[in-house]
């Protein structure tokens, strides 16, 4: 990268296939450490240092936040950065050693798109509150809603003994 630093119009490109070097996410769902990620990046040369653009693709598992079932799914998701020259002003990124290290801009940007309630399905119905079955592998017995003993007594009346009786 030597070469396009300081060469505002330079441009490289380089796709790095690598394993996560360790787990990424905390949630219900993570990038497993040692999961294949690839990186498509492209490094273009600007005044102000270097600008950091690509898309990475891995994949993702951990459990349904509805019926807690195992889940897997992809994570493609682009992401823009510029490396700043060292100098006066702070940045978050900055070019060093003639160098910039992709590993924490691709990190976050593959923790950030990890979905914060992922689901197995998008209706997933999730568990039973009674039997805690998950209820979209059911059996295909549906349960009536609970019923609370204190309406019981109502349950006797229907609208048809009423048009029976004779009002006064």
């Not at 769902?29 to 294949?36: E, K, N």
């Not at 994570?75 to 050693?97: N, R, T, W």
């Not at 923790?111 to 805690?132: E, I, N, R, Y």
């Amino acid at each position: 990268m030597r070469d396009i630093v300081h060469h505002p119009g330079e441009m490289r490109e380089f796709t790095i296939d690598a394993p996560a070097p360790e787990k990424w996410g905390e949630g219900l769902v993570s990038v497993a450490a040692g999961r294949d990620v690839r990186v498509e990046v492209r490094l273009e040369s600007v005044h102000e240092g270097i600008l950091a653009s690509g898309s990475l693709e891995t994949e993702y598992d951990g459990v349904c936040g509805r019926c807690l079932i195992d889940i897997a799914a992809p994570v493609e998701v682009e992401f823009q950065e510029l490396f700043a020259y060292p100098g006066e002003e702070a940045s978050d990124f900055e070019v060093q050693d003639d160098h910039v290290d992709l590993e924490t801009l691709v990190r976050d940007a593959a923790v950030l798109s990890l979905p914060f309630q992922p689901v197995c399905q998008p209706d997933c119905p999730g568990l039973d509150p009674v039997t805690g079955e998950r209820l979209a592998g059911s059996t295909g017995t549906e349960q009536g809603d609970p019923r609370d003993i204190r309406w019981a007594a109502l349950e006797q009346f229907t609208p048809d003994h009423d048009d029976e009786e004779p009002r006064a």
